[in-house]
Structures are given as structure tokens and as C-alpha cells.
């Protein structure tokens, strides 16, 4: 199957540093990519659909300027978490779409 | 709106044991519905797949589930799990169409040997 690659999978920042998160597709071209949040114990939550060369689409809630995606290629979208707080603390998950959407396997984000 | 409920968030069986995973689903259209998987420190691995075609959809490792549309359910089933299977398991919904999903809140399935 397709392979979705995400860096890093684990990441400790201190509190009012920003954090960049990539999600790769590795053999296939991506021209939407998915992000999500996940908190213990709790489903994955959409933040915001990537889309290839125009602005991300982001869920009710989301705030953009606090979450700022960029789909500058086909293979690549970034998540940069800017001046991150410890709520921020999360599991980060991206999905690529082909036939289907593909996984990536999460970055754990803790903001200290 | 869409939404998605799974029963359990921990389900223990036996090796060997009938696995049955309960997900209820509110949709007000007919929904697409899917089950992922997710080992540890992995991303979600799609199972498998309802899309209006066949009722009872089988998947990857044994898994099947059906579409039951009277009892807005896709319960997920493996007739014999194995130690392999443990796992958090996921149901999620999406409108047809709409590729966004949206997921219940996961089944923890431990296999006791």
C-alpha cells in the first residue's frame, strides 16, 4: 500500500517556540492531505484540510494563525505550531488521500 | 451532522475467542463507514470499507463487519482473534463523496492468551 511518512514522531518544544510537523506520501502525489489532533482517550479530531497550492480549509474552531499549514508540493504539507503552549500538548496525525486516504504515524508534540 | 459512537473503549477476549466490535453511526445521508487500525506508535490502517455495494464487508486479517442500516450499525467481527490483533481499533463515518471523516472514539481490544 501507499506510505505516508510523517517527522518527527516525537517532538518536545518549550512553551512560545513554534514546531513545524511534515507529512510526506512517499510514492504517490497527494493533492489533499488531513490533519488531525488526537487527545487521550479521545477520537481524532479534523483540524484542517491541505490542500496543493492554495489555502488550507480549516474545522470550526481551528485557529489558523495558530496552526498554519502549507501545501507548497504534491508529496509534502507542513503543520507549524506556533508559539506553542503546553495545551497544545496532543498527538498530531496527517492523512494523504489517494484511492483512499493513508495514515501517517503521528507525531507526539509536548510543550513544557 | 455526522457522528459516531463505539461501545467499549476496552474489550478483552480470549485467543481464539469471537472478537466483536460494537460502532453506531448517525448520518443523515447514507454514510460511507470504514474500520482503521492502530498498533503502537503506528498511523490508522484501513480494515475495511462500506460504500453502498455489499452489506457485509470483509477486510484485511480475518475482519469482516456489516452494514446494518435499520440498526445504524457497522459492528466490526474476526470469528478467532489472535495475539496479533491487539490493537485500538477505530470507526469512522464520511458522507459520500466528502473525504473528510469523521471518527468515533476507539476500542482498545486486548487478546489474553
Known amino acids: 500500500g501507499a506510505v505516508v511518512s510523517q517527522h518527527p514522531s516525537w517532538v518536545i518544544c518549550k512553551s512560545g517556540t513554534s514546531v513545524k510537523i511534515e507529512c510526506r506520501s512517499l510514492d504517490f502525489q497527494a493533492t489533499t492531505m488531513f490533519w488531525y489532533r488526537q487527545f487521550p482517550k479521545q477520537s481524532l479530531m479534523l483540524m484542517a484540510t491541505s490542500n496543493e497550492g492554495s489555502k488550507a480549509t480549516y474545522e470550526q474552531g481551528v485557529e489558523k494563525d495558530k496552526f498554519l499549514i502549507n501545501h507548497a508540493s504534491l508529496t509534502l504539507s507542513t503543520l507549524t505550531v506556533t508559539s506553542a503552549h503546553p495545551e497544545d500538548s496532543s498527538f498530531y496525525i496527517c492523512?494523504?488521500?489517494?484511492?483512499?486516504?493513508?495514515f501517517g504515524q503521528g507525531t507526539r508534540l509536548t510543550v513544557v | 451532522a455526522q457522528s459516531v459512537t463505539q461501545l467499549g473503549s476496552h474489550v478483552s477476549v480470549s485467543e481464539g475467542a469471537l472478537v466483536l466490535l460494537r460502532c453506531n453511526y448517525s448520518s443523515s445521508v447514507p454514510p460511507y463507514l470504514f474500520w482503521y487500525v492502530q498498533y503502537p506508535n503506528q498511523g490508522l490502517q484501513l480494515l475495511l470499507k462500506?460504500?453502498?455495494?455489499?452489506?457485509l464487508v470483509k477486510g484485511i486479517n480475518g475482519f469482516e463487519a456489516e452494514f446494518k442500516k435499520s440498526e445504524t450499525s457497522f459492528h466490526l467481527t474476526k470469528p478467532s482473534a489472535h495475539m496479533s490483533d491487539a490493537a485500538e481499533y477505530f470507526c469512522?463515518?464520511?458522507?459520500?463523496?466528502?473525504?473528510?471523516?469523521?471518527f468515533g472514539k476507539g476500542t482498545k481490544l486486548t487478546v489474553n492468551p
Open positions: 492523512s494523504a488521500l489517494n484511492t483512499e486516504a493513508f
Open positions: 469512522a463515518v464520511s458522507d459520500p463523496g466528502s473525504e473528510k471523516l469523521v
Open positions: 462500506y460504500t453502498s455495494a455489499a452489506t
